[in-house]
């Protein structure tokens, strides 16, 4: 199918209003000619600087010259239990966090997921045209649930990637900014949009994975034969993108290296000396290469302190920031609002589409 033969559909259905959107009263122009970027993230609490490096810094980045939706999926976070008061409280401060790290909502769709409906009527119709046997390959599933006695595996952390699949096919988007751990969910994505397609005619947009090279896989302080995650027990493994510089610098100082003293960028055998380095690469916005440079004839004491004080110093703006939206709840709310009614909006009008290809009545 043609790259926009969707957005030309929905220009048809929709002759006037598909290429705009409403923020703040304003209509505001959604430009056919540029590629969708869609990208979720879950409000589970606190990120870590894996989440920033990972995937929130590239978002940011992300915003020129593209169309940005940016969704806080908060219909993903109860595939786990939830505390409904904290789920909530989560959620603004996850977009507080989305509009620190420099999502700029005059360029960007922030919204959260159970805002716009159509994401879970769209699951729905991909439910019937998703396989069991597909899903129970995702490592991600298998994962999660291994801990899980099989008579109570929630129905809906099985289901969470044609949920994600929704989220993505629901705006025709081009690309899909994400962390390495999500090419598996991504892969079903196409594969559902393709057989739907084959199924019924040009229908979706079939979307992109671009996942990070640097930072993707940043590592545990303490453990570097594992990911950094802020679930670790040891609290010395990871680093929060909101905690305290001081925190921070003796989280570095404390990373776990090796015994030679040469500092060079060689994963397997100095899978600690080079998550530094990534890290450090990925603060300062300069190569893995150019860093080793850098720290040419130093010490480990030395990189340590100087990548902690890299990563405090990218961080800094952002804890300030986070600051300031977090004391204005009126305008978090309506930027959120704002990016809501867009993305309605647009999924509603897809989802028109894909009601009446599977056979829908409507009125
Ligand atoms: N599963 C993603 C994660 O855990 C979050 C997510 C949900 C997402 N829906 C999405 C990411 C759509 C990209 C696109 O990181």
Not at 179 to 204: M, P
Not at 210 to 230: F, Q
Not at 345 to 354: D, G, P, Q, T
């Amino acid at each position: 199918m043609g790259e926009n033969a969707l957005l030309s559909n929905i220009k048809a259905a929709m002759p006037e209003r598909r290429a705009h959107f409403r923020r703040f009263g304003t209509l505001m122009e959604f430009d056919k000619s540029r590629k969708t970027v869609f990208s979720g993230i879950q409000p589970s609490g606190e990120f870590s600087i894996g989440n920033y490096f990972g995937a929130l810094k590239h978002w940011a980045a992300m915003q020129e010259g593209v169309n940005p939706i940016y969704c806080i999926v908060d219909m993903h976070a109860i595939t786990v239990p939830q505390d409904p008061e904290t789920l909530r409280r989560r959620t603004l401060e996850c977009a507080a966090v989305l509009l620190a790290i420099g999502i700029d909502p005059d360029k960007s769709l922030l919204f959260i997921q159970s805002h716009a409906s159509a994401h879970a009527e769209l699951a729905w119709i991909l439910n019937c045209f998703s396989y069991m046997g597909e899903l129970s390959r995702m490592t991600q599933f298998k994962d999660k649930s291994q801990k899980l006695n099989a008579e109570s595996i929630r129905v809906g952390l099985f289901d969470y990637p044609v949920l994600m699949a929704a989220d993505i096919l629901a705006y025709q988007t081009d690309i899909v900014p994400v962390g390495e751990d999500q090419r598996q969910h991504i892969e079903l994505t196409r594969d559902i949009a393709v057989r739907f397609n084959q199924a019924f005619g040009d229908t979706f947009t079939v979307p992109e994975g671009r996942y990070a090279e640097i930072g993707t896989k940043v590592l545990s302080l303490s453990d570097p034969s594992k990911k950094m995650s802020k679930s670790d027990e040891n609290r010395n493994s990871y680093v929060l993108i909101l905690e305290e510089p001081e925190s921070i610098l003796n989280k570095f100082k404390r990373a776990v290296t090796d015994s030679e003293p040469e500092i060079r960028y060689d994963p397997k055998a100095k899978p600690g000396i080079s998550n530094l380095l990534e890290i450090y690469a990925a603060a300062s916005g300069i190569s893995v290469q150019d860093s080793v440079s850098q720290f040419d004839g130093l010490g480990y004491g030395e990189l340590k302190k100087r990548v902690g004080e890299a990563v405090i110093e990218e961080l800094r703006p952002i804890q300030e920031k986070y600051a300031e939206f977090s004391k204005d709840k009126a305008y978090v709310d309506s930027v959120l609002k704002a990016g809501a009614d867009a993305a309605r909006e647009i999924a509603a009008s897809n989802l028109k589409i894909v009601q009446e290809k599977v056979g829908f009545y409507s009125l």
